[in-house]
Protein backbone atom coordinates (compact mmCIF):
# COMPACT_ATOMS: atom_id res chain seq x y z
CA UNK A 1 0.00 0.00 0.00
CA UNK A 2 2.71 2.35 0.54
CA UNK A 3 3.88 2.14 -3.27
CA UNK A 4 0.30 3.21 -4.06
CA UNK A 5 0.37 6.49 -1.80
CA UNK A 6 3.70 7.31 -2.89
CA UNK A 7 2.41 6.78 -6.34
CA UNK A 8 -0.39 8.67 -5.52
CA UNK A 9 1.89 11.66 -4.72
CA UNK A 10 4.05 11.09 -8.38
CA UNK A 11 0.51 10.92 -10.33
CA UNK A 12 0.27 15.10 -9.55
CA UNK A 13 2.59 15.19 -12.70
CA UNK A 14 1.40 11.70 -14.53
CA UNK A 15 4.42 9.93 -13.19
CA UNK A 16 2.62 6.53 -11.38
CA UNK A 17 6.15 5.68 -10.09
CA UNK A 18 6.76 5.52 -6.24
CA UNK A 19 10.02 6.39 -6.50
CA UNK A 20 8.87 9.26 -8.30
CA UNK A 21 6.55 10.23 -5.84
CA UNK A 22 9.05 9.93 -3.36
CA UNK A 23 11.21 12.70 -4.92
CA UNK A 24 8.56 14.91 -5.21
CA UNK A 25 7.69 14.64 -1.28
CA UNK A 26 11.72 15.22 -1.02
CA UNK A 27 11.28 18.41 -2.47
CA UNK A 28 8.22 19.43 -1.19
CA UNK A 29 10.34 18.88 1.93
CA UNK A 30 13.31 20.99 0.96
CA UNK A 31 11.08 23.74 0.74
CA UNK A 32 7.99 22.75 4.27
CA UNK A 33 8.17 19.79 6.07
CA UNK A 34 5.02 20.79 7.41
CA UNK A 35 3.57 20.45 3.91
CA UNK A 36 5.26 17.10 3.11
CA UNK A 37 3.94 15.39 5.76
CA UNK A 38 0.53 16.25 5.01
CA UNK A 39 0.76 15.85 1.46
CA UNK A 40 1.94 11.73 2.49
CA UNK A 41 -1.06 12.15 4.61
CA UNK A 42 -3.15 13.28 2.04
CA UNK A 43 -2.46 10.81 -0.39
CA UNK A 44 -2.87 8.34 2.47
CA UNK A 45 -6.15 9.32 3.44
CA UNK A 46 -7.41 9.50 -0.26
CA UNK A 47 -5.88 6.08 -1.31
CA UNK A 48 -7.43 4.42 2.30
CA UNK A 49 -10.82 6.18 1.22
CA UNK A 50 -10.35 4.42 -1.99
CA UNK A 51 -9.98 1.15 -0.42
CA UNK A 52 -12.57 1.65 2.12
CA UNK A 53 -14.95 1.69 -0.34
CA UNK A 54 -13.67 -1.03 -2.90
CA UNK A 55 -13.17 1.40 -6.20
CA UNK A 56 -11.12 0.33 -9.00
CA UNK A 57 -7.89 -1.75 -7.72
CA UNK A 58 -5.98 -1.30 -10.40
CA UNK A 59 -6.46 2.45 -9.89
CA UNK A 60 -5.82 2.32 -6.29
CA UNK A 61 -2.59 0.33 -7.27
CA UNK A 62 -1.82 3.01 -9.44
CA UNK A 63 -2.26 6.36 -7.09
CA UNK A 64 -5.18 7.56 -9.39
CA UNK A 65 -7.26 8.26 -6.11
CA UNK A 66 -4.25 9.87 -3.52
CA UNK A 67 -3.04 12.41 -5.81
CA UNK A 68 -5.61 14.85 -5.60
CA UNK A 69 -5.49 14.58 -1.98
CA UNK A 70 -2.31 15.24 -1.70
CA UNK A 71 -2.92 18.70 -3.72
CA UNK A 72 -5.70 19.49 -0.74
CA UNK A 73 -3.31 18.22 1.83
CA UNK A 74 -0.16 20.63 0.81
CA UNK A 75 -3.08 23.04 -0.06
CA UNK A 76 -4.39 23.21 3.80
CA UNK A 77 -0.81 24.83 5.54
CA UNK A 78 -0.38 26.82 2.37
CA UNK A 79 -3.61 28.72 3.01
CA UNK A 80 -4.44 28.14 6.50
CA UNK A 81 -2.95 28.11 9.88
CA UNK A 82 -2.82 25.08 11.56
CA UNK A 83 -4.69 23.66 14.25
CA UNK A 84 -7.17 21.09 15.34
CA UNK A 85 -9.95 22.80 13.00
CA UNK A 86 -7.84 22.97 9.83
CA UNK A 87 -6.69 19.90 10.19
CA UNK A 88 -10.16 18.15 10.60
CA UNK A 89 -11.00 19.87 7.68
CA UNK A 90 -7.81 18.65 5.57
CA UNK A 91 -8.85 14.73 6.34
CA UNK A 92 -12.76 15.77 4.92
CA UNK A 93 -11.75 17.30 1.68
CA UNK A 94 -9.14 14.18 1.24
CA UNK A 95 -11.88 11.72 2.11
CA UNK A 96 -13.96 13.98 -0.55
CA UNK A 97 -11.36 14.00 -3.06
CA UNK A 98 -11.59 10.39 -3.30
CA UNK A 99 -15.23 10.31 -3.98
CA UNK A 100 -15.00 13.26 -6.56
CA UNK A 101 -12.49 11.19 -8.54
CA UNK A 102 -14.98 8.44 -8.65
CA UNK A 103 -17.57 10.64 -10.04
CA UNK A 104 -15.45 12.37 -12.68
CA UNK A 105 -14.44 8.57 -13.52
CA UNK A 106 -18.00 7.80 -14.76
CA UNK A 107 -18.11 10.50 -17.31
CA UNK A 108 -16.13 9.76 -20.35
CA UNK A 109 -16.09 13.12 -21.78
CA UNK A 110 -12.65 14.98 -20.40
CA UNK A 111 -10.06 13.42 -18.06
CA UNK A 112 -10.47 14.12 -14.19
CA UNK A 113 -6.88 15.37 -13.64
CA UNK A 114 -6.68 17.63 -10.75
CA UNK A 115 -10.31 19.34 -11.35
CA UNK A 116 -11.18 17.46 -7.53
CA UNK A 117 -8.24 19.02 -5.87
CA UNK A 118 -9.35 22.61 -7.36
CA UNK A 119 -12.88 22.30 -6.79
CA UNK A 120 -12.41 21.66 -3.00
CA UNK A 121 -9.39 23.82 -2.38
CA UNK A 122 -11.92 26.28 -3.30
CA UNK A 123 -14.63 25.45 -1.58
CA UNK A 124 -12.42 25.76 1.81
CA UNK A 125 -11.06 28.69 0.73
CA UNK A 126 -14.56 29.94 0.60
CA UNK A 127 -15.19 28.70 4.23
CA UNK A 128 -12.42 30.13 5.16
CA UNK A 129 -14.18 33.27 4.52
CA UNK A 130 -16.98 32.42 6.85
CA UNK A 131 -14.69 31.02 9.30
CA UNK A 132 -12.19 33.48 9.83
CA UNK A 133 -9.98 31.32 11.98
CA UNK A 134 -9.33 29.55 8.80
CA UNK A 135 -7.32 32.08 7.58
CA UNK A 136 -3.10 32.98 7.40
CA UNK A 137 -2.82 36.79 8.96
CA UNK A 138 -2.60 38.74 5.82
CA UNK A 139 0.69 39.69 4.76
CA UNK A 140 1.79 42.48 2.29
CA UNK A 141 3.55 42.16 -0.99
CA UNK A 142 7.25 43.91 -1.89
CA UNK A 143 6.18 46.55 -4.27
CA UNK A 144 9.99 46.25 -5.68
CA UNK A 145 10.63 45.54 -9.25
CA UNK A 146 13.07 43.19 -10.16
CA UNK A 147 14.56 41.89 -13.11
CA UNK A 148 14.24 37.83 -14.83
CA UNK A 149 15.83 35.64 -13.27
CA UNK A 150 15.80 32.34 -15.72
CA UNK A 151 17.01 29.79 -13.15
CA UNK A 152 15.03 30.95 -10.48
CA UNK A 153 11.33 30.97 -12.98
CA UNK A 154 12.54 27.75 -14.58
CA UNK A 155 12.72 26.34 -11.48
CA UNK A 156 9.56 27.53 -9.28
CA UNK A 157 7.73 27.28 -12.37
CA UNK A 158 8.54 23.19 -11.56
CA UNK A 159 7.83 23.69 -7.83
CA UNK A 160 4.63 25.61 -7.98
CA UNK A 161 2.72 22.70 -9.91
CA UNK A 162 2.64 21.40 -5.90
CA UNK A 163 2.22 24.93 -4.49
CA UNK A 164 6.16 25.04 -3.70
CA UNK A 165 7.19 28.98 -4.60
CA UNK A 166 10.11 29.46 -2.02
CA UNK A 167 13.06 26.55 -2.79
CA UNK A 168 14.72 26.54 -6.02
CA UNK A 169 16.38 22.75 -5.32
CA UNK A 170 12.36 21.52 -4.85
CA UNK A 171 12.21 22.21 -8.67
CA UNK A 172 15.07 20.60 -9.75
CA UNK A 173 13.57 17.99 -8.01
CA UNK A 174 10.19 17.30 -9.37
CA UNK A 175 11.79 17.70 -12.75
CA UNK A 176 14.78 14.74 -11.48
CA UNK A 177 10.89 12.86 -10.64
CA UNK A 178 9.20 13.15 -14.01
CA UNK A 179 12.89 12.23 -15.42
CA UNK A 180 13.36 9.04 -13.29
CA UNK A 181 10.29 7.64 -14.90
CA UNK A 182 10.27 8.92 -17.96
CA UNK A 183 13.11 10.72 -19.89
CA UNK A 184 10.28 11.97 -22.71
CA UNK A 185 8.50 13.44 -19.94
CA UNK A 186 10.99 15.35 -18.68
CA UNK A 187 12.20 16.78 -22.38
CA UNK A 188 8.78 17.60 -22.81
CA UNK A 189 8.35 19.64 -19.55
CA UNK A 190 11.72 21.20 -20.61
CA UNK A 191 10.56 22.78 -23.63
CA UNK A 192 7.16 23.50 -21.55
CA UNK A 193 9.00 25.82 -19.65
CA UNK A 194 11.49 27.34 -21.83
CA UNK A 195 8.27 28.15 -24.27
CA UNK A 196 6.25 29.66 -21.36
CA UNK A 197 8.61 31.60 -19.90
CA UNK A 198 9.13 34.11 -22.97
CA UNK A 199 6.08 35.63 -21.59
CA UNK A 200 7.97 37.61 -19.60
CA UNK A 201 8.74 39.85 -22.92
CA UNK A 202 4.80 40.71 -23.30
CA UNK A 203 4.05 44.10 -22.18
CA UNK A 204 1.92 44.16 -18.46
CA UNK A 205 3.46 40.26 -17.60
CA UNK A 206 4.46 40.59 -13.95
CA UNK A 207 8.34 39.62 -13.81
CA UNK A 208 7.68 38.88 -10.30
CA UNK A 209 4.86 36.70 -10.73
CA UNK A 210 7.30 34.62 -13.57
CA UNK A 211 10.12 34.59 -11.56
CA UNK A 212 7.76 32.95 -8.96
CA UNK A 213 6.68 30.55 -11.66
CA UNK A 214 3.03 31.30 -11.85
CA UNK A 215 3.42 31.19 -15.48
CA UNK A 216 5.12 27.81 -15.92
CA UNK A 217 3.42 25.07 -14.16
CA UNK A 218 -0.09 25.12 -15.40
CA UNK A 219 1.90 25.16 -18.65
CA UNK A 220 4.10 22.46 -17.80
CA UNK A 221 1.18 20.14 -16.64
CA UNK A 222 -0.84 21.28 -20.06
CA UNK A 223 1.65 20.17 -22.46
CA UNK A 224 2.40 16.71 -20.40
CA UNK A 225 -1.46 16.03 -19.87
CA UNK A 226 -2.14 16.25 -24.13
CA UNK A 227 1.11 15.14 -24.78
CA UNK A 228 1.05 11.60 -22.91
CA UNK A 229 -2.62 10.68 -21.46
CA UNK A 230 -5.21 11.93 -23.75
CA UNK A 231 -4.38 9.80 -26.16
CA UNK A 232 -4.52 12.07 -29.54
CA UNK A 233 -3.67 10.39 -32.03
CA UNK A 234 -2.57 13.19 -34.70
CA UNK A 235 -0.74 16.50 -34.25
CA UNK A 236 0.04 15.93 -30.67
CA UNK A 237 2.42 18.55 -30.52
CA UNK A 238 0.32 21.11 -32.16
CA UNK A 239 -2.18 20.41 -30.01
CA UNK A 240 0.12 20.25 -26.69
CA UNK A 241 1.19 24.13 -27.89
CA UNK A 242 -2.55 25.14 -28.11
CA UNK A 243 -3.28 23.64 -24.18
CA UNK A 244 0.15 25.67 -23.57
CA UNK A 245 -1.11 28.93 -24.72
CA UNK A 246 -4.95 28.68 -23.66
CA UNK A 247 -3.72 28.28 -19.95
CA UNK A 248 -1.03 31.31 -20.29
CA UNK A 249 -4.20 33.10 -21.11
CA UNK A 250 -6.23 32.02 -18.59
CA UNK A 251 -3.24 32.41 -15.95
CA UNK A 252 -3.01 35.86 -16.95
CA UNK A 253 -6.26 36.59 -16.92
CA UNK A 254 -7.01 34.83 -13.43
CA UNK A 255 -3.75 37.13 -11.93
CA UNK A 256 -5.20 40.14 -13.21
CA UNK A 257 -8.88 39.54 -11.55
CA UNK A 258 -6.90 38.60 -8.05
CA UNK A 259 -8.31 34.82 -8.36
CA UNK A 260 -6.33 32.13 -6.65
CA UNK A 261 -6.10 30.28 -10.35
CA UNK A 262 -4.74 26.98 -8.34
CA UNK A 263 -4.37 24.13 -11.47
CA UNK A 264 -7.25 25.25 -13.00
CA UNK A 265 -6.03 27.18 -16.16
CA UNK A 266 -4.28 23.36 -16.69
CA UNK A 267 -7.57 21.65 -16.40
CA UNK A 268 -9.53 23.74 -18.40
CA UNK A 269 -7.30 23.73 -21.44
CA UNK A 270 -6.98 20.67 -21.71
CA UNK A 271 -10.58 19.97 -21.29
CA UNK A 272 -10.89 22.18 -24.56
CA UNK A 273 -8.36 20.50 -26.29
CA UNK A 274 -9.98 16.88 -25.53
CA UNK A 275 -13.74 18.11 -26.15
CA UNK A 276 -12.35 19.60 -29.48
CA UNK A 277 -10.48 16.10 -30.57
CA UNK A 278 -13.79 14.29 -29.23
CA UNK A 279 -15.96 16.53 -31.71
CA UNK A 280 -13.58 15.89 -34.42
CA UNK A 281 -13.19 12.40 -33.93
CA UNK A 282 -17.22 12.15 -33.78
CA UNK A 283 -17.30 13.68 -37.08
CA UNK A 284 -15.55 12.00 -39.31
CA UNK A 285 -17.00 8.82 -37.74
CA UNK A 286 -20.45 10.42 -38.70
Not at 188 to 215: D, H, Q, R
Amino acid sequence: MMKSIFRGVGQVMFQGNALSGALMLAGIGCNSLLMCIFALAGSAIGTYTAVALRYDAKNIQNGLYGFNAALVGIAVPCFMPIHAASVLLMVVACVLSALVTRLFERQRFVPTLTAPFVLITWTMLLLSHVFPQLQLPATTAAGTAESFSLIRAASLSFGQIMLQGNNLLTGLLFLLAICVNSRKMGVESLVACGLCLAVVSVPFVSTTSVNNGMYGYNAILAVLAVANILGVASCTYVKALIALLLSLLMQYAGLHMGFVTLTAPFVLSVWLVALYHTFVVQTKQD
